[in-house]
């Protein structure tokens, strides 16, 4: 049974602006049958506001476009932001699904703790989501791996130089369909292992969804870029010895003796992909391990056979399979390296869940149109 929503409490009413020139069928169809990564939005944009005295208020869904903001709103000047990143799913009988959706809230939360900004409440949290898919549900893409993915965030709107917690914040919601993230089938990515930049620090915001950690990661994904890979591999930034994660996306590495070992950090980002993902291997009777991975227990293991597979994990991009890890002087594995049968496998039970074309047992499934 899926567990379906807990209804809105009888404050939290949104006035609707519709859009009074949303995209034509033909134009959205279009876009839908060849969606690119966060390049189209659809019609409309979720927006609640928040004031120290105010509270939460003024929930609302009016046409996108551009946000109103002082040159002297805080975020522009010291990066006072957090965002989530999550996916509506249309399944065959034309309803519209999202995954865990009350992991995102708690996570929103806890980004919001750390970068001192107000916590969204979890109702609210929900409620967007669906009142955004009630006015542009039709922007839920049907192909196979396509799906509407959605951008909550929230930033300092307060017009204030000085340094500390804003007093006026917004929170938003913005959605685009989208399609497989690396492009095609599930092949295996290259990575590139940074050695002279780190994306977090004990202490820092590493476990945080906070746009200074991927403004941080960038400089690192263009040396990657440069060296023929398309992410970044992290290490820690007191040793440069253990695995950290990906620019945006978590690391698992499969052993030989039915073991799945995973960075445990509390400089990473905790993915609720890379929780779920852990939890059908558990069910599968696979072991799993949390615990410092050191990049010399990776490379031994991979020369010794007894790591086999190697996979990263987000929403965008689900589960990939990487192919070789490039160091400054040795690499592991190769770029033509087939994609590993627990990596595959894996990922198509998710990705089945997602989609509703296999059972959900963990009740990970949250309806947002009815
Ligand atoms: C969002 C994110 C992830 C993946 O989290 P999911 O919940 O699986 O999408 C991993 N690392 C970083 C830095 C992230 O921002």
Redo the contacts with the bound molecule.
Sequence with gaps: MANLLPMAPKDLVFRVDANPEPLGDAERQAVLDNPVFGTVFTDHMVDICWSEKGGWHRPRVQPYGPIPLDPAASVLHYGQEI????KAYRHADGSIWTFRPD??AL?LQNSARRMALPELPTDYFLQSLRELVAVDGKWVPEAPETSLYLRPFMFAKEAFLGVRPAKKVAFYVIACPVGPYFGGDVAPVSIWLSTQYT?AGKGGT?AA?TGG??AA?LLAQTEASDNGCQQVLFLDSIEGKYLE??????IVLVRNDNTLVTPLSDT?????????VLALAEDRGYRVERRAVSIDEWREGYESGEIVEAFA????ATVVPIGQLKGPDFTIGSADAPAGEVTVSLRQELVDIQYGRVEDRHDWMVRLDS
């Design positions: 965002f989530e990143g999550m992991q995102n996570r994306r590493g969804k950690n991927y990661s994660e990906l620019g945006g996306m978590n990473i980002l905790s993915g609720i992909t890379r929780d779920s994990c987000g929403t965008a």
